[in-house]
């Protein structure tokens, strides 16, 4: 008989949000596939769990995949943990599960702690429909396009992001999304400074320069998804830009139709592209 993989959610800060069911699997696990063994190790130790681990990073997972099914198939139950949180979600694992279901291994959750699910819970952003965006990327050009990808997105979007790079990413989404949309910043959920701020992005902005801590620890960023009024100044842009287009080079339409409304020139831009290339049609 084949065993069974778990993926076991562990603290992001709070050890005391460990689950007894987590640690019972743990216990009883013939052997734990952790992110990173050494930092895994002090939370074993500190539950006086003793199963053996291995370890499995990005880079080895397809490999670690195969051994670990093996193991699966010989009849040995297998855990699956990352250093926090819930392994997965911008975490190592993926490709563990996903060759194990597809060896008809037995995959079972032991939900747990995870920071944006935490960070949600107590944001007070609308929660019925959210985007988790994990990472934004890391290079200028990239995260900026990547936002500008997310302008007109109605749900709340959720992001992991390094605390060195809140200052940046927060001036980024004042540019790609508008100043005064609402976002909370929820850092060292769980742990002894734990603060949830929240506010404009304008506003989080200069909170965020007036309080140096806001740059140490680990954060979620959220946002308040585009507004459905968004339609509305839309129709507007489009009323303004169409007699515009119609008669000058797109450039200096764009950089009336910017005047007059007061909306986003790129945002401007890219309608009047879509206007030009519809009176191509
Ligand atoms: N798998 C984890 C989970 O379930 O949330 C996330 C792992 S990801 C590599 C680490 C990121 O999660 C951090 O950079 C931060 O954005 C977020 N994070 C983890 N713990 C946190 C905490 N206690 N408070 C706020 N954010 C946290």
């Not at 990352?82 to 975490?91: C, E, F, M, R, V």
């Not at 940046?168 to 790609?176: K, N």
């Not at 839309?234 to 000058?248: C, D, G, K, S, T």
């Amino acid at each position: 008989m084949n065993g069974t993989l778990y993926v076991v959610a562990t603290p992001i800060g709070n050890l005391g949000d460990f689950s007894p069911r987590a640690q019972e699997i743990l216990r009883k696990a013939d052997l734990i596939a952790a992110e990173d063994t050494r930092h895994s190790a002090a939370l074993l130790r500190h539950f006086g769990i003793t199963t053996a681990m291995i370890s499995l990073h990005e880079y080895n997972e397809r490999r670690r995949a195969e051994l670990l099914i093996a193991r699966c198939r010989e009849g040995l139950s297998v855990a699956l943990i990352s250093d926090a949180g819930t392994p997965l979600i911008s975490d190592p694992g993926y490709r563990v599960v996903r060759q194990a279901r597809h060896a008809g291994i037995e995959v079972l959750p032991i939900p747990g702690p995870c920071a944006l699910v935490a960070a949600l819970s107590v944001a007070g952003l609308p929660s019925d429909r959210f985007v988790f965006e994990g990472f934004l990327p890391a290079k200028t050009g990239a995260r900026q396009a990547r936002l500008l990808q997310l302008a007109e997105e109605s749900r709340t979007l959720i992001f992991y992001e390094a605390p060195r790079r809140l200052l940046e990413t927060l001036q980024a989404m004042i540019e790609a999304f508008e100043p005064d949309r609402e976002a909370v910043v929820a850092r060292e959920l769980t742990k002894r400074y734990e603060t949830v701020q929240g506010g404009t992005l304008s506003f989080l902005l200069s909170w965020a320069r007036q309080t140096p801590e806001s740059s140490r620890g680990e954060l979620v960023l959220l946002v308040h998804g585009a507004e459905k009024e968004q339609d509305a100044i839309q129709q507007e842009a489009l009323r303004v830009l169409r007699p515009l287009v119609a008669v000058l080079p797109l450039k200096q339409a764009v950089a009336l139709a910017v005047d007059i409304t007061g909306f986003k020139k790129n945002r401007l831009y890219q309608l009047a592209l879509e206007l030009q290339a519809a009176k191509k049609h």
